[in-house]
């Protein structure tokens, strides 16, 4: 069977427990340049406009990870004499807007949309999105998260099939960027209970994200930390108020698709294992 767990750290969904812990101080603050045949569209300067949903899907990675977003609007924009290609700022005109209003985290996002043209015999029109993400931890001024994308939609009008291909495009590229918000701002200490917890045995990421969404149901949990991902083992650490055993119990009775959990617990550790169920062996198919 052809393992894809190994795609692990790239597509790890959205679905880690929310702490208010988690984020430490942690602020962004989201600079945003959508261009298109319309114009463009940005969420920092004196000519920001509101944020849609094209921004909201853009900080749910950070607000997932318990990182609270900060405004740039109206703030004046620094000269920006090297940005990357498909971003509207460099990390130094970015990392100065961040500090001017606090933030410790700037998300450098471009997005450039363009006519793909009619479909043929039809009247659906196309729209073809290109979209850049850089994520910089304002402090160390080095980027902790960079990817790029490309996505297309038709749409009865062309306004719907550009939000459609910007929506799939910044899916894509920010895809494995919870992960790195997790590890690069690890949540400190806190006195309540901690669990370590092991994952081994998912041939794709659709088993862990199953166990984590039992996790973050389990009454009492209320963080969840990545500490290491790679191929055929996840290692988290988790908090929790109420004791190892109630955890163990949700694992086990968590649901996992074509499977089932052996989970075993020794003093304050968890380790958990994914049992796959065998496919039939079917007897070949012969003619006459």
């Known amino acids: 069977m052809r393992r894809v767990f190994v795609l692990l750290a790239l597509v790890l969904p959205t679905v880690l427990v929310a702490t208010t812990a988690r984020a430490q101080s942690a602020k962004a603050v989201l600079l945003l340049a959508a261009k298109s045949d319309s114009g463009t569209v940005v969420t920092f300067g004196r000519d920001a406009q509101e944020q849609g949903p094209l921004s909201r899907l853009v900080q749910a990675p950070f607000a997932s990870s318990g990182i609270s977003m900060l405004s740039a609007k109206d703030v004046a924009i620094p000269t920006s004499t090297s940005a990357p290609k498909g971003l509207p700022l460099d990390d130094a005109a970015a990392s100065a807007i961040a500090r001017g209003v606090g933030a410790s985290v700037a998300i450098v996002v471009g997005v450039s949309a363009a ?46 099939a550009r939000s459609v291909a910007s929506s799939k495009a910044v899916a894509k590229a920010t895809r494995g960027l919870e992960a790195k918000l997790m590890l690069h701002w690890p949540a400190p200490s806190k006195s309540q209970g901690h669990l370590s917890l092991s994952i081994r045995g998912a041939e794709s990421w659709r088993s862990v994200a199953s166990i984590l969404r039992s996790l973050a149901a389990t009454r009492g949990v209320t963080a969840l930390h990545a500490l290491e991902i790679g191929p055929g083992r996840v290692v988290l650490s988790l908090e929790s108020r109420q004791g190892a055993a109630q955890v163990v119990d949700s694992l086990r009775r968590a649901r996992i698709h074509n499977g089932s959990l052996s989970v075993q617990l020794s003093g304050s550790s968890l380790a958990v294992r994914v049992i796959m169920k065998s496919s039939p062996i079917l007897p070949p198919v012969t003619n006459g």
């Open 115 to 160: 006519s793909d043209g009619r479909l043929r015999a039809t009247s659906f029109v196309g729209e073809r999105v290109q979209v850049r993400v850089r994520v910089i931890d304002v402090a160390s001024g080095q980027a902790i998260f960079e990817s790029k994308a490309k996505a297309a939609a038709y749409g009865a009008e062309a306004q719907l």
